[in-house]
C-alpha cells in the first residue's frame, strides 16, 4: 500500500518518514509533499491509499486536500496531524472523512498502531473486492455478498486460502478472517502472524468439519492481491480429492507431489477430439477420448485445462447439431459442474460425446422433412431477431402456418413457440456460462423482447433465476 506524507515543515515530514519501519507494514512511502497543492499535482500521477497530512498548510489546507481528494477517490484513508491549539480543526477534518488524528509531536508507538488499524481496514476492503470479482459476477448476487461474514482484519501478516467441499458453519472470530458460502463450497480466508500459524488454524477448522467434508488448503502470501492466485490452488486440490483417498484435507504442496500435466498436453488433447467430433468420426473421437482419459488417469489436470476441455465440446457439439439441424437436448453438453472431482471429467467427455453421436444419427431421420430443414435452418440464423415468430419460419419454410405448426410438431415432438423458447434459453444457458454478459445484453443477443419477460421464462423453463443460474456456474478459477 501507498502512503504520502505532507506537512510544511521539513523536519516534521522527514521526521515522520524516518520514524516507522513502513516496510513491516506492507507500506511504501511514494511521496513527502510540502504543501496539499502540490500533493494534489502528484496524486494525478500516483495515487496514495493512506494519506498523513498536517492541517495548516499555505495554498491547500488539510481539509481542503480531503475535500478535493474525495472527488476523484473515496477510498483514501487520512490521518491528520494537528496541534494542541487546533482541535476544532481536527474534527471539522474527522467530518471530511479523516480516519483519526494525532498530536504533534507524533508518537512513534501511536502511529504505529493507528497505520496497523487503517491498513488492515484497507486489507479487508481488498479481500472483500477480490472475492466479489471471483465468485459474485453481477447484481443478482448481492443478497450474497451481505452474508458474508468478516472477521476483524487489523494485523494480517500471512493469508492462506481454503476450499470446502460442503457447507459449513464456523466461528469465524476464532479462526478465519472471511467465510464465503457458494453452493456446494464455503471458501475460508485465514489469517494469522505466519505460515504456521495460518496452519495450525487451518488444522483446527477442518477438525470441525463434518466427517465426509474435504478441504484443499492453499500455500501462504502475505499480499491480498494473491488471493486469486491461491483460491485457484485450494479448488484444484478440492477438485482433485480423489488423489486424496480417506483424507479429509490435502495442501497445495502435496497436489503438487503428483506429476502435473502441461496445459499444451491438454490443449492437443482436446484439439484432436474437437476436430473429429467437427468431422463426425466416431473412431477418431474414440482414439481422442482414450487419449484424454490417459492424461487424467497419469497427471493432474488443472481446472482452466478441463475447462478448455469442456467448452470446447460443449462449441463443437453445438455447431455439429446446428449443421445437421437436429431437434437435440443441448443440456447434455454443458459445462461441467463446480463440485465435479476432476477425475471424473474423462467419463463426463465420453457420455458428452456418445450422446452427441446418438442424437446426430437417430436425429437426421427424424428431421429429414425439406420444410422442417429450412424451418430450422431459420431459427438459428435468426433467433436473435425479437420478429421472429411462426408466420417468418414458415414463409421461409414456403408453406402455410397452419399446416407448417402441425408438421413442426409432427417431426420434432413439440411446438414451434416452445421449440423457439427453449432454444433462445439454450442459447441464454451458454451466454451465462462466459460471465461477460448482464441479464438485459442476453435478453437482446438470445432475442427476447426485455429483461424482465426474458427472466421469467428462465424461471419457468430452468426452475432458476438467471442470477441462481450463475451461482450454479460459478466459475472459480478466475
Known amino acids: ?44 500521477n500516483e495515487m496514495p491509499d493512506i494519506v498523513i497530512t498536517d ?15 474525495r472527488k476523484w477517490n473515496n477510498k483514501i484513508k487520512f490521518i491528520i496531524l494537528s496541534g494542541y491549539d487546533e482541535f476544532s480543526l481536527a474534527r471539522k477534518a474527522l467530518r471530511a472523512g479523516a480516519v483519526d488524528y494525532l498530536l504533534k509531536p507524533v508518537k512513534k508507538d501511536e502511529l504505529e498502531s493507528l497505520l496497523s488499524k487503517v491498513a488492515g481496514s484497507i486489507n479487508e476492503r481488498i479481500v472483500k473486492n477480490i472475492f466479489r470479482e471471483l465468485i459474485f459476477e453481477d447484481e443478482a448476487n448481492k443478497n450474497l455478498v451481505k452474508n458474508l461474514d468478516y472477521c476483524g482484519i487489523t494485523d494480517i501478516r500471512q493469508l492462506m486460502v481454503m476450499v470446502v467441499k460442503t457447507d459449513v458453519k464456523i466461528e469465524t472470530q476464532k479462526s478465519a478472517a472471511a467465510v464465503i458460502a457458494a453452493g456446494k463450497y464455503t471458501v475460508i480466508i485465514v489469517s494469522g502472524t ?44 478440492c477438485l482433485n480429492s480423489s488423489r486424496f483417498s480417506g483424507r479429509k484435507s490435502a495442501e497445495y504442496s502435496a497436489l503438487m507431489k503428483f506429476p502435473k500435466a502441461e496445459a499444451s498436453v491438454v490443449e ?164 451465462i456460462s462466459t460471465g461477460a454478459y448482464r441479464n438485459y445484453e442476453i435478453a437482446e443477443l438470445a432475442g427476447f423482447r426485455n429483461s424482465a419477460y426474458f427472466c421469467s421464462v428462465f424461471k419457468k423453463i430452468t426452475g432458476l433465476t438467471p442470477g441462481e443460474y450463475r451461482d450454479n456456474l460459478i466459475k472459480l478459477s478466475i
Not at 522527514?14 to 520514524?19: I, M, Q
Not at 492541517?55 to 481528494?69: S, V
Not at 500455500?219 to 492466485?229: D, N
Not at 456418445?354 to 422433412?369: K, T, V, W
Request: hydrophobic residues 40%; charged residues 30%.
Open 194 to 237: 505466519n505460515v504456521q500459524d495460518c496452519r495450525q488454524k487451518s488444522e483446527e477448522l477442518v477438525c470441525r468439519f463434518p466427517s465426509d467434508s474435504f478441504t484443499g488448503i492453499s500455500s501462504a502470501t502475505s499480499k491480498p492481491l494473491k488471493l486469486k492466485e491461491l483460491y485457484r490452488e485450494a479448488l484444484n486440490v
Open 1 to 44: 500500500m501507498k502512503v504520502a506524507i505532507i506537512d510544511d515543515e521539513r523536519k516534521i515530514r522527514d521526521g515522520v518518514f524516518k520514524l516507522i519501519d513502513w516496510d513491516s507494514f506492507g507500506l511504501e512511502v511514494i511521496g513527502r509533499y510540502e504543501d496539499g497543492e502540490v500533493a494534489l499535482n502528484a496524486f494525478k
Open 268 to 431: 492437443e488433447a482436446g484439439l484432436r477430439l474437437f476436430d473429429a467430433v467437427r468431422r463426425f468420426n466416431w473412431t477418431d473421437s474414440e482414439k481422442a477420448v482414450k487419449e484424454i482419459e490417459a492424461v487424467f488417469s497419469d497427471c493432474i489436470v488443472e481446472k482452466s485445462s478441463a475447462d478448455f476441455l469442456m467448452s470446447g465440446l460443449f462449441k463443437e457439439g453445438l455447431e455439429l447439431i446446428k449443421a445437421q439441424m437436429i431437434n437435440a437436448d443441448f443440456r447434455k453438453y454443458g459445462a461441467v459442474q463446480n463440485d465435479c472431482d476432476i477425475s471424473e471429467i474423462p467419463g463426463i467427455i465420453k457420455n458428452t460425446v456418445s450422446h452427441l453421436f446418438e442424437d446426430i444419427a437417430g436425429g437426421s431421420s427424424r428431421n429429414s422433412r425439406r420444410e422442417i430443414r429450412q424451418a430450422l435452418q431459420c431459427i438459428l440464423e435468426n433467433y436473435s431477431d425479437k420478429n421472429l415468430d411462426m408466420a417468418v419460419v414458415a414463409n421461409a419454410a414456403g408453406i402455410s402456418q397452419g399446416y407448417f405448426s402441425t408438421l413442426f410438431k409432427s417431426e420434432t415432438g413439440t411446438s414451434f413457440s416452445d421449440y423457439l423458447c427453449r432454444y433462445r434459453i439454450d442459447i441464454s444457458r451458454k451466454l
Open 55 to 69: 492541517i495548516k498548510m499555505p495554498f491547500i489546507d488539510g481539509i481542503e486536500l480531503i475535500e478535493e481528494c
